[in-house]
């Protein structure tokens, strides 16, 4: 039997820890492709352009906007942000399960040309411990720390839009979660190409003179 690919979308505020989750299952489950997305932020010590992510200029971007060649871009915290659509599509033609790790802007656009999509919420076990992680994480100053916890509140709200919601206690714990919830995404009929595979088969059978 063969099935579809399927777009598995892992979102949640900054600094809950969905880049880390990520890995962590990525680890586990390697039979997953996974988008790289352009930014015009600028590359951080230990990045590494094409790897872990498409380093561009706003200019370069502006033109991968124009030319439709993003499934969703967003400005996070005053850089853009973009998932290369063609990557995207192609894998899922042929079958292959994507995944985006993105912000929830962005979540909500692949929500409006994907809604197939499965949406997965990293949430933080609290605000309070969102603060801690961000300060321990040392990527932010004081006032973007104070920016991305206001920000919070109104994605906490945005929850309800999502299939599923894994709060991050514990990253064992979180990662199993997930891994969880492609296993089961993986076995629903739904997404398997029952018409496709019955029309084969009994072709086969017709063609090995097998069939009634
Ligand atoms: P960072 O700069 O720390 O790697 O990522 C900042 C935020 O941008 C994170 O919340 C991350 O999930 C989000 N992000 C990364 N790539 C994309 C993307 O392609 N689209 C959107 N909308 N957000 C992204």
């Known amino acids: 039997m063969t099935r579809k690919g399927i777009l598995f979308i892992i979102s949640g505020p900054?600094?809950?820890?969905?880049?880390?989750?990520?890995?962590?299952?990525?680890?586990k489950i390697t039979d997953m492709q996974v988008s790289i997305s352009a930014t015009t932020r600028e590359p951080r010590s230990g990045e590494i352009n094409g790897?872990?992510?498409?380093?561009?200029?706003?200019?370069?971007?502006?033109?991968?906007?124009?030319?439709?060649e993003l499934l969703e871009y967003a400005n996070v915290y005053n850089n853009m942000y973009?998932?290369?659509?063609?990557?995207?599509?192609?894998?899922?033609?042929?079958?292959?399960?994507?995944m985006l790790e993105i912000d929830i802007q962005?979540?909500?656009?692949?929500?409006?040309?994907?809604?197939?999509?499965?949406f997965?919420?990293?949430?933080?076990?609290?605000?309070e411990e969102l603060s801690?992680?961000?300060?321990?994480?040392?990527?932010?100053t004081q006032k973007s720390i104070e920016l991305r916890l206001a920000a919070c509140k109104w994605e906490m709200e945005q929850l309800k839009h999502y299939d599923y919601v894994v709060v991050n206690n514990d990253l064992k714990n979180a990662v199993d979660k997930v891994c969880s919830i492609i296993t089961a995404?993986?076995?629903?009929?739904?997404?398997f190409n029952l018409e496709r595979d019955m029309i084969d088969s009994s072709f086969n059978q017709g063609s090995n003179g097998s069939g009634p």
Do not use: W
């Not at 656009?109 to 809604?115: A, W």
């Not at 997965?120 to 609290?126: D, G, L, W």
């Not at 995404?185 to 997404?191: A, F, G, I, P, T």
């Open 120 to 127: 997965i919420f990293i949430a933080p076990p609290s605000i």
């Open 14 to 27: 900054s600094g809950v820890g969905k880049g880390t989750i990520k890995d962590a299952v990525l680890e």
């Open 132 to 140: 801690l992680r961000l300060a321990a994480r040392g990527k932010d």
């Open 106 to 118: 962005g979540a909500f656009q692949v929500k409006l040309r994907k809604p197939e999509g499965v």
């Open 185 to 191: 995404e993986r076995c629903k009929v739904k997404n």
């Open 82 to 98: 973009g998932t290369p659509r063609q990557f995207v599509e192609e894998n899922l033609n042929r079958g292959q399960d994507v």
């Open 51 to 68: 790897r872990d992510y498409f380093f561009v200029d706003q200019h370069r971007f502006q033109q991968l906007i124009d030319k439709d």
